[in-house]
């Protein structure tokens, strides 16, 4: 990105950086690559490409989109916001130790645990909405400190400003995962952190029609392993899905907004709803990190957990949801609604769902960008059943 370039606001470079018109046609919408291959005019001249798992020209474009949308120096795109994560944890080698939150997706810690463990990384799990666990966790061998804040679903924020303080008098590296709250109202590294991962499934994309990841480093050393990752194991993102998140990304700005209004307003809705006993949302003010939010993100988002007070009760709502839709996953134009425990978070297991919080009558939902009063009525409507 230029200095020019930076100086434009996040809708701008959203739309324009990355997204300039066609050379070749002038087409206003980024061609899809589909090619495995690049014809070479002699032995060692190409025109910058020679193999499409090593570059492809709407991905170079997508990453630059994304590294100016979270104010980074570059990114590197992958097929799902978990083969950026193993990307991250492959920078890593045998014997380093790497700090995570206590409530991470579920997908992060099975990973972790079930996979990277057995190949001698070593991974302890703490609360980082508490600086001073994180400060105690950290040993000779610790790398990086792995942080999502707000958490999924218990919207339980970290202050990344006060981690990354402590984190880098020790020379650990703090990685956020941003998917929550897209760049759009959070930004880690201008907060501290080293590198930020999306899976840009969600918000990013913003239409629930195709998986993707997303690392926004901020030293070239970074930059440049993890390029060397996506061609050594290559789990890189496809030209048609890195033009998917570029034409979602044009949108991430009014999206948001409309999401952000959503939530506050079907948050408000639950907190005083009778049959509700009590609702996750760092937008309301008895939030108990409400003044963190405030000051750490420039919105609250969309996304918000309720207690229903039992599986049954969860059951007998979500089957009565016409206009949200029960389903796992998030950020989407449309209002999704799920049940963490059976479906996010089955993977953590009664007893570690127990140690963080996640009860069975946790419900979770992505507001929408649909009209507020048709998810409002329809939640009201679906809570009757209880
Ligand atoms: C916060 C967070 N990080 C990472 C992931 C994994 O992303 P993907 O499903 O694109 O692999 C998810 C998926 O739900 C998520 O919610």
């Given at each position: 990105?230029?200095?020019?370039e ?68 570059g ?23 790497v ?22 990384m ?27 804040t ?20 020790r020379?650990?590296?703090?990685v ?5 709250m897209s ?11 080293d590198?930020?991962?999306?899976s ?48 979602g990304?044009k ?23 009778k ?24 919105g609250?988002g ?11 009760n ?21 209002t999704?609604?799920?049940h963490?425990?059976t ?30 009063d048709?998810?409002?009525?329809d ?8």
């Open positions: 990105m230029t200095a020019k930076k100086e434009k606001g996040f809708a701008t470079r959203a739309i324009h950086v990355g997204q300039e018109p066609d050379p070749l046609t002038g087409a206003v919408s980024v061609p899809i690559y589909p090619t495995s291959t690049y014809v070479q005019e002699e032995i060692g001249k190409n025109r910058g490409y020679e193999y499409a798992r090593v570059s492809n020209p709407t991905r170079d474009r997508l990453e630059e989109n994304l590294a100016s949308l979270e104010g980074g120096i990114s590197t795109v992958f097929a799902s916001g978990m083969a950026a994560i193993n990307a991250i944890a492959t920078m890593f080698k045998s014997g380093d130790h700090i995570c939150g206590h409530n991470l997706y579920g997908g992060t810690p099975r990973l972790f645990n079930q996979v990277l463990a057995n190949f001698g070593e991974f302890t799990y703490v609360d980082t909405s508490d600086v001073n666990k994180v400060e105690r966790a950290i040993r000779k061998n610790t790398r990086m400190v792995f942080v999502e707000p958490t999924n679903p218990l919207m339980a924020l970290s202050d990344l400003q006060a981690i990354t303080k402590v984190c880098h008098a020379k650990v590296e703090v956020v995962d941003n998917t929550f760049p759009y109202f959070q930004q880690p590294l201008a907060l501290g952190a590198m930020v991962v999306h840009t499934t969600k918000f990013l994309n913003g239409h629930s029609d195709g998986l993707g990841g997303v690392v926004v480093c901020t030293k070239k050393e970074q930059l440049e392993k993890l390029a060397f990752l996506q061609k050594a194991a290559g789990a890189i993102l496809s030209p048609f899905e890195c033009w998917l998140i570029l034409r990304v949108t991430l700005a009014v999206r948001m907004e409309q999401h952000d209004r959503n939530g506050r307003a079907v948050a408000g809705f639950l907190a005083n709803h049959k509700v006993r009590g609702v996750f949302y760092p937008g309301l003010s008895d939030h108990p990190q409400h003044e963190l939010a405030k000051r750490q993100m420039s609250f969309s996304m918000i957990s309720f207690e229903t007070g039992s599986l049954k969860a059951n007998k709502m979500l089957r009565k949801v016409r206009v949200c839709s029960l389903a796992e996953s998030l950020g989407g134009v449309e999704l609604i799920s963490p425990a479906m996010t978070h089955a993977a953590v297991g009664p007893d570690g769902r127990k140690k963080i919080g996640i009860t069975d009558g946790m419900v979770r939902i992505s507001v929408g960008v649909e009209d507020v048709d998810i409002i009525s939640l009201d409507q679906a809570l009757d059943a209880i």
